[in-house]
């Protein structure tokens, strides 16, 4: 069965303080690694899709890359707009697969 | 706005009710997904219907069913409700089986 599994729950980073937010799956044959966006009472929100090892998408100070096993989402001098639950989605390849999600990095920055 | 209508936005019932949640999906979407958001396990996957027919089939419990109809609109059906099934309901649309997901603004229900 797939598994998704984020890591910090939850991270508190100042203004302008670079880091990263960790994703590993286990999925029989990866058709793509999607990284969404949840504001607080909100639906989730499409970020990137990643489909093979070695890619790299970016948007604003938003950088996703992806292994074999974990992606990874890098925030560069984040500002508190980027307060939300970032979360990490998996689908196989094959037919009509279900995205299996794991359960979020909550990330705060403060001013 | 992601295109994706979810009615009602609240819905406040009693254990042992029936509710209906209802979703609009992305105009041209044919794929639509329904999904559980509680506060300890996140996001589980329910059910997903392409086009009318039944596609995949997560953890959904036997009280729930749903359908999409030929305007391709869909209804998560929740009956004998019980205190645990308080949780938002997201209903979610794609053009295709692709998994980049337009989400809706969910359905908070509260079962007391």
């Known amino acids: 069965e797939d598994q998704v599994t984020q890591s910090p729950e939850a991270l508190r980073l100042q203004e302008g303080e670079s880091s990263s937010l960790n994703c590993s799956y286990t999925?029989?044959?990866?058709?793509?690694l999607f990284w969404y966006r949840q504001d607080p009472g909100k639906g989730p929100e499409f970020l990137f899709t990643?489909?093979?090892a070695g890619e790299e998408k970016e948007k604003e100070r938003l950088k996703a890359t992806l292994t074999k096993k974990e992606s990874f989402l890098h925030i560069t001098a984040p500002k508190p707009e980027d307060s939300a639950t970032y979360l990490c989605?998996?689908?196989?390849?094959?037919?009509?697969?279900?995205?299996?999600f794991g359960t979020g990095t909550k990330l705060q920055v403060i001013p | 706005d992601s295109g994706v209508t979810q009615t009602p936005k609240h819905l406040i019932t009693a254990t042992g009710q029936r509710v209906t949640l209802r979703c609009s999906p992305r105009?041209?979407?044919?794929?639509v997904y329904w999904y559980q958001q509680s506060l300890d396990q996140g996001l589980q996957f329910l059910i997903q219907?392409?086009?009318?027919?039944?596609?995949a089939k997560g953890n959904i419990l036997e009280r729930f069913s749903a359908q999409q109809f030929p305007d391709l609109h869909s209804e998560l059906n929740l009956s004998s409700l019980e205190l645990g099934d308080s949780a938002l309901y997201f209903c979610?649309?794609?053009?295709?089986?692709?998994?980049?997901?337009?989400f809706g603004s969910g359905t908070q229900l509260s079962v007391l």
């Open positions: 979610a649309s794609t053009p295709g089986q692709d998994g980049k997901l337009f």
């Open positions: 999925v029989s044959g990866l058709r793509g």
């Open positions: 990643l489909y093979s």
């Open positions: 989605a998996v689908q196989a390849v094959g037919g009509y697969q279900k995205v299996t």
């Open positions: 105009s041209g979407d044919l794929s």
């Open positions: 219907y392409y086009n009318g027919e039944e596609r």
